[in-house]
């Protein structure tokens, strides 16, 4: 089987998707001739023509507009938002078009486009490239999210979310675009090709969106993680001994609450890891699902360990980053409470 960065497989979900169906389109800023900020379209464009392949004007509302247009007439539009930072001049097409085109149409029309986003720091990308805006996605009714950890889920879910009927967020951790990082800024990164879950299909395969992955079995706490913060999670329960399952949601938006309850259950204890600012994060909806459907079998008050309430900061980047010592020091507090 053929090894792949998390670029490569995203590279490579597109152009299985874009080879299967001529109405697939790809396009974004700097995405045709350049291939991409980050090199995930390159060669899509010399394969498939300036038609299904360009580049964008600068301008994100314009992107997506065009997008929700083309996907009322038919056609399947992956687009890249160069960063996810970089949304929110079009969050009102998003909010306002995409997500509600099926409900106020009464079904007669769906939008099935997919917007990638790099997302995450780790980077030094500083507060307008490093933000995690997941949670300003899942409070919208009509929208799906979805947050790879992995080449393998990225791709199998990338084109799931192309065939998908509905608008699909696509959010991709910039830190894990080349291999699984865990927080250890001062170590070299293991690269993907010397990892198990750099092993990717060429062809073409589907996982299902809303059905979240158990990376690591265990007995005594739950940690709930997405992202790069599955790596983390790992890392911090190996260094700490805590015997935790972790769960990688892969989905935020359907969520896979089953899996969640399940474990949550059976270990009475739960941490909830994520990258984004504490308040009003994705984990504080979580956090809650866990207390309503959990609560009997809880044995002590459910954690979240997450950013900072401020701007990502380029300065501190390592203190902001929720690393392993922060996640490992969650688990022997909730262990001990």
Not at 64 to 77: D, H, K, N, S
Not at 120 to 138: D, K, M, V
Not at 140 to 150: D, E, M, Q
Not at 233 to 261: C, F, H, K, M
Request: glycine share 10%; aromatic share 8%; hydrophobic share 40%.
């Amino acid at each position: 089987m053929a090894r792949m960065t998390m670029i490569e497989a995203v590279r490579s979900a597109m152009d299985v998707s874009m080879e299967r169906s001529d109405d697939v389109v790809v396009f974004g800023e700097d995405v045709g001739y350049f291939g991409g900020v980050f090199r995930a379209t390159q060669g899509l464009q010399g394969k498939y023509g300036k038609t299904r392949c360009f580049d964008a004007p600068i301008s994100e509302s314009g992107i997506v507009g065009t997008a929700i247009g083309m996907a009322a007439y038919g056609l399947r539009p992956c687009v890249e938002i160069q960063f996810a930072d970089y949304m929110y001049p079009a969050y009102d097409q998003i909010t306002q078009e995409a997500a509600r085109i099926r409900y106020r149409s009464n079904g007669d029309f769906t939008c099935p486009i997919v917007l990638r986003m790099p997302t995450g720091g780790g980077i030094f990308g500083g507060q307008t490239h490093s933000q995690s805006p997941e949670a300003l996605f899942t409070h919208v009714c009509g929208l799906k999210v979805v947050v790879p950890s992995n080449p393998y889920d990225a791709k199998g879910l990338l084109i799931a979310s192309i065939e998908d009927p509905d608008p699909v967020m696509f959010l991709e951790p910039k830190r894990l675009y080349n291999g699984p990082f865990d927080g250890h800024h001062d170590r070299p990164v293991m690269p993907w090709s010397k990892h198990e879950m750099g092993e990717v299909p060429e062809g073409h395969y589907t996982i299902p969106i809303g059905k979240a992955e158990i990376r690591r079995p265990g007995n005594d706490v739950t940690v709930i993680a997405y992202g790069t913060m599955v790596h983390v999670a790992l890392a911090a329960a190996e260094e700490t001994g805590v015997d935790a399952e972790i769960i990688d949601l892969r989905s935020l938006l359907p969520l896979d609450l089953d899996t969640i309850v399940k474990s949550v259950s059976k270990t009475g204890r739960c941490v909830m890891v994520h990258e984004a600012t504490l308040t009003s994060g994705f984990g504080a909806e979580v956090v809650s699902l866990v207390q309503e459907h959990c609560f009997y079998h809880l044995e002590a008050p459910v954690v979240r360990v997450a950013g900072w309430d401020t701007p990502y900061p380029h300065a501190q980047e390592w203190d902001y980053f929720p690393g392993p010592a922060r996640v490992g020091r969650a688990l022997v507090d909730v262990m001990e409470a």
